[in-house]
């Protein structure tokens, strides 16, 4: 990569021993292109090149849940560099303007510059749609009642029954005190050895989401697991496998009538229970979302093994974030910004995708309704030319002020679309990371990071291995 020199001056404040915070974080972006009236075309080696090194590996890794050993190939391979080279070329080829381009599922409109980004995210959701017809494939199968599934006044009142369940943009939830006291009995495990490793981390969230969406009674049930681990491998065909269609539906049938049962009884403070508190829209299935939250809370065991990791090679960032955990208090705001800066490094969902429920005008192109638009959200996220330090670990920048409402980052993503559970996601995640560092520092971790170079574009999590020791520092 380019002007790397200059990148790791930026963020010196973890060299000279002190946690990294950087004031320039928020220097302004570059200036847009002109406005042109002419639509940017992707030719034909440039689409191959696209769909080669940037769509179709999405497709491979998985587009519902991460298949671990293609992640692995990933990361020895440089499956990320491949991606950002070819974003790169194509927005210095078209001068940032968007580039209407074939993907796997038809033709989209990529975007690149900062205020047609901007642009996207201030569209409202009647118009730049959350259900795009690669999200519908993918998660009809899973979620097919849930938010992410539907449009207009129909999504309007799932949302509501997910917001108010989810205690949407409270950075405490009403049931944090419930909810810390399941994390701390689930992670004692994590510290019980000397060497911390992945599945470890993976069991102990899909504990951790079973009771705070259900309840103590679904912890263990681990048939349940196995008939939603069944439909989110499926979901990742996108329906291509048809012949598989009607078995996945009793699958479903099945998954949901055992969530019912533990709903029924579950807990005042469990999020299947405030879901079913909440007045119901007719037409509304009260439940619709629980399988978006365990799969939510179920993968956010690789942004906390991440976040970990992370720390193991910051040893400055490891202390910060250890006077935060021993507070005991429940916001934790250098550990969520490291969780945070875990996942602008690597998203779960490095790509954003709508379709236009309107007619839409972009650099001054109209496109009619039905539009596919995407943002390479992971590339742009990581850009040192528009993000500073944007290929390194920096927690601080989430501690600037208005930093969660800069558009060229977007863990959650921003507007209408924003993630409802981004509070609730942190509060747990954050929470984990505060039981393992609490007791103990991470000595070293496998793979390693170098904090003075540009980081991985891909961390092979199912490989991780964290070497603890009991911390015996003053307090």
């Not at 499956?79 to 580039?99: C, D, F, I, K, N």
């Not at 501690?399 to 980052?409: H, Q």
Request: proline content about 8%.
């Amino acid at each position: 990569m380019t002007g790397t020199e200059s990148r790791i001056d930026t963020a010196n404040g973890s060299r000279a021993g002190g946690p990294a915070d950087i004031p320039s974080v928020f220097a302004a972006p570059t200036a847009p292109a002109p406005s042109t009236a002419r639509q940017a075309r992707a030719g034909l080696a440039e689409t191959a090149r696209f769909v080669a090194t940037h769509t179709l590996p999405v497709f491979v890794r998985g587009v519902v849940s991460a298949r671990f050993k293609v992640v692995s190939a990933y990361a020895a391979l440089d499956q990320y560099g491949w991606s950002a080279a070819t974003l790169r070329a194509m927005r210095e080829r078209h001068g940032g303007a968007p580039v209407s381009v074939r993907g796997l599922s038809g033709q989209m409109l990529v975007l690149f510059d900062p205020e047609d980004i901007r642009q996207f995210f201030e569209e409202p959701v009647r118009t730049l749609a959350m259900d795009a017809e690669d999200k519908l494939k993918g998660l009809s199968g899973v979620e097919p009642t849930g938010v992410i599934c539907s449009h207009g006044d129909l999504r309007e009142d799932r949302r509501k029954v997910n917001d108010e369940a989810l205690a949407w943009g409270s950075p405490v939830h009403p049931a944090c005190a419930q909810y810390q006291a399941v994390v701390e009995e689930e992670s004692r495990p994590l510290t019980e050895r000397t060497v911390l490793a992945f599945e470890q981390v993976r069991r102990c969230l899909a504990r951790i989401s079973r009771r705070v969406v259900l309840g103590d009674r679904a912890a263990d049930d681990e048939e349940l697991a196995g008939l939603l681990r069944t439909l989110r491998d499926e979901g990742n065909w996108m329906g291509l496998r048809k012949s598989r269609a009607e078995a996945n539906k009793a699958v479903y049938a099945k998954a949901s009538e055992r969530i019912a049962e533990y709903a029924a009884d579950a807990p005042a403070h469990t999020l299947a229970a405030r879901a079913l508190a909440h007045p119901v829209p007719e037409g509304t299935d009260p439940l619709g979302q629980v399988h978006h939250w365990l799969l939510a809370i179920d993968v956010a065991a690789p942004v906390v093994a991440r976040t970990l990791l992370l720390l193991a090679g910051h040893p400055a960032e490891q202390d910060a974030a250890h006077a935060d955990a021993v507070t005991g208090a429940p916001a934790l705001p250098r550990l969520r910004a490291c969780v945070q800066e875990s996942v602008r490094l690597y998203p779960l969902v490095p790509d954003l995708v709508r379709v236009t429920r309107a007619e839409t005008e972009w650099r001054g192109v109209r496109h009619p309704a039905g539009t596919s638009v995407l943002v390479p959200i992971g590339f742009h996220q990581r850009d040192p030319s528009r993000v500073p330090a944007g290929d390194l670990f920096v927690p601080g920048r989430w501690l600037e002020p208005d930093a969660d409402r800069d558009t060229r980052m977007a863990p959650f993503s921003h507007g209408g679309g924003r993630c409802p559970g981004d509070q609730l996601a942190l509060l747990l995640t954050s929470a984990v990371c505060a039981q393992v560092l609490r007791g103990h520092r991470i000595t070293g971790g496998r793979p390693t990071v170098d904090p003075h170079r540009p980081l991985p574009g891909t961390l092979d999590t199912a490989a991780m291995r964290l070497r603890l020791a009991h911390r015996r520092d003053p307090e």
